[in-house]
């Protein structure tokens, strides 16, 4: 596991600290790649992928925190890699509607 502690002193805080600690995790060497990222695979298959670098990355945020992080910063493409065509790259995507659509997918997630 790779990261590294931040240690900063700062004025104004969401919490109201006089300093914070800062985790960053650095999760490239960790990331488990789709075995074919130039194939489509299953919407199924991408979650899986992603619950387990969501597993990896759950495991150095514990770590961060019991070492005494207040902020802990995880790559953008630690869930599911960055070696992707195009169309490949959708299964591991989420549909974001339209603000103006009146509609909550949490609430009606098969609309």
Same mark, same amino acid.
């Given at each position: ?5 931040? #240690? #900063?002193?700062? #004025?104004?805080? !969401?919490? +109201?600290? $006089? #300093? &914070?600690? !800062? +985790?960053? &995790?650095?999760?490239?060497? /960790?990331?488990? *790649?789709?075995? =074919? =990222? ?7 298959? =991408? *979650? !899986? *992928? ?12 514990? %770590?961060? !925190? ?9 790559? %953008?493409?630690? *869930? &599911? ?6 169309? /490949?790259? &959708?299964?591991?995507?989420? $549909?974001?509607?339209? @603000? %103006?659509?009146?509609?909550? @997918?949490?609430? $009606? @997630?098969?609309?």
């Amino acid at each position: 596991m790779t990261w590294g502690i931040i #240690s #900063s002193s700062f #004025s104004i805080l !969401a919490w +109201a600290l $006089d #300093s &914070y600690i !800062a +985790a960053v &995790y650095e999760h490239s060497h /960790a990331v488990i *790649l789709p075995r =074919a =990222a130039h194939k489509t695979v299953s919407p199924e298959d =991408a *979650l !899986a *992928l992603m619950n387990r670098n969501m597993d990896i990355l759950e495991g150095a945020i514990r %770590e961060a !925190a019991q070492q005494g992080a207040h902020i802990i910063v995880t790559p %953008e493409d630690g *869930l &599911y890699g960055w070696v992707f065509t195009r169309e /490949a790259i &959708y299964p591991y995507l989420e $549909d974001i509607p339209d @603000p %103006e659509v009146n509609w909550i @997918p949490c609430t $009606d @997630p098969t609309r």
